[in-house]
């Protein structure tokens, strides 16, 4: 069974920067010292301290200086220039306050900002930062679990990593192949990080509904279990009608919860959903097959879609059109190798939601084999496309070099575990939070564990 007895505390990380600038607002606590600070401070690395300042009030530390809340249902403190949406579509800097313990940590030459904060009042403000707030308060239940789930596993998952001294690796490479996934194993001085990395965490400043209050507070300790152990339950914006195996975006381990499911009450006809034929895949990619989140619905889309992801509309089917100096530039920039003019981008292997594990680039001066499916979007867009389930269509070919690519795709994210759209219009529909998450996560079951 899970380690977890009562309600752990986590550690965030927000940002990291040469000089940070924070307002306290309230009674702040600092080991050793007597008395209570507040007000605007500024820290910076000083030789090898960290020195913080606020008009005549200074404090030093070789490691770590902590400001300790002392209530913190009260007490607050605001961060400026804190990026979100980092390296994708949307990113933008913010202003945004957080409850709880106010960490700086000397790292080299750069501070991490840490907050210190009690799983639940996290989980509060990420069902809000992930999501509209307005959200019905089924859907919020459904991801208070999932994202509780998430984070405890990973702690549990670290935890098992320093004891057992193991060496993490998410890559493998050689001269014609280059495979990698992004999880959160990159993070050893905090839990988690703040951003979708991780989840989007943004301190209270998301928190405009008693709903999401309520999602929590009535899942309070609950999590999602498979054999006993918390599962790495995971979600994205929309899967496209069918979600992808776990095994097939990160780690190549089988988790029998996150298994591809068809996102519908049935099996879309008309549709051979053998994607490893391309043509089947071509098919449901430029399709429009029926499922939960194939919705156009202002209402749902406003619940799940939070201000700067409302600027994206074409999340269940898409397509971008790219010309040969606009691919070939954007291919050598992200890689870092030089391809020449790029020939052809060849689907070598596919997930179960037809999502590409495998491409092989062929350009005029290099092939080589990319992997996994975030790698995919990180190479074939300035930022991130939004799936990597996509076709490939070439036009205006001279002497064997396409002028033009057009990329269609389907979905928005990495599709394992719950789709948030198609969560939110099972939630319309009239199905519960517990219907909701044993769609998506087939053979767990809910377990209350503190």
Not at 66 to 87: A, N, Q, Y
Request: with cysteine; net charge neutral; charged share 30%.
């Amino acid at each position: 069974m899970p380690a977890f007895k009562k309600e752990p505390t986590i550690t965030v990380g927000i940002i990291t920067e040469k000089q940070v600038s924070f307002d306290l607002y309230g009674d702040f606590r600092v080991t050793g010292v007597r008395k209570f600070f507040s007000g605007r401070f500024t820290a910076e690395i000083a030789g090898d301290k960290i020195r913080c300042k606020r008009g005549d009030d200074t404090l030093e530390a070789e490691k770590e200086i902590i400001f300790e809340p002392d209530d913190i249902d009260l007490e607050s403190f605001l961060l400026k220039d804190v990026t979100i949406g980092l390296k994708f579509h949307w990113q933008r800097k913010e202003k945004q306050r957080f409850q709880g313990t106010l960490k700086l940590l000397k790292n080299k030459d750069k501070i991490v900002v840490i907050n210190i904060i009690p799983v639940e009042k996290y989980l509060t403000s990420v069902i809000s930062s992930e999501m509209s707030a307005k959200s019905s308060v089924q859907m919020l239940k459904s991801l208070a679990v999932v994202s509780r789930s998430w984070l405890l596993a990973q702690i549990e998952k670290s935890g098992s990593i320093k004891m057992k001294k193991e060496v993490y690796s998410s890559e493998s490479h050689s001269a014609d192949e280059f495979i990698k996934w992004y999880d959160r194993e990159e993070h050893e001085l905090f839990d988690v990080c703040a951003d979708d990395h991780c989840q989007r965490y943004q301190g209270i400043t998301k928190i405009s509904t008693q709903a999401a209050r309520q999602a929590v507070e009535e899942t309070f300790g609950l999590v999602l279990l498979y054999n006993n152990k918390i599962c790495d339950a995971r979600f994205s914006k929309s899967c496209g009608g069918i979600t992808e195996s776990f095994e097939n975006v990160w780690e190549p381990v089988v988790h029998e919860y996150l298994t591809s499911v068809i996102d519908y009450k049935y099996e879309p006809e008309n549709y051979q959903l053998d994607f490893s034929v391309e043509r089947n895949a071509h098919k449901w990619i430029e399709g429009n097959p029926p499922a939960y989140c194939n919705t156009t619905d202002d209402k749902i889309l406003s619940q799940v879609l939070i201000d700067y992801d409302q600027e994206t509309k074409d999340f269940f089917r898409w397509k971008v059109i790219y010309s040969q100096s606009e691919i070939s530039g954007m291919i050598s920039k992200n890689s870092g190798f030089d391809f020449g003019e790029i020939i052809d981008l060849i689907p070598l292997e596919r997930g179960n939601s037809s999502r590409l594990i495998k491409l092989k680039i062929v350009g005029s001066k290099k092939e080589l084999i990319v992997g996994k499916e975030l790698e995919i979007r990180r190479l074939l867009s300035v930022t991130h496309l939004y799936s990597s389930a996509i076709s490939i269509g070439k036009q205006n070919i001279d002497n064997n070099i396409p002028g033009k690519f057009i990329i269609s795709g389907a979905g928005w994210g990495h599709g394992v575990g719950l789709c948030q759209i198609g969560a939110a219009v099972m939630a319309e529909k009239g199905h519960s939070f517990d219907e909701i998450l044993l769609h998506y996560f087939r053979n767990a079951r809910l377990n209350k564990i503190y």
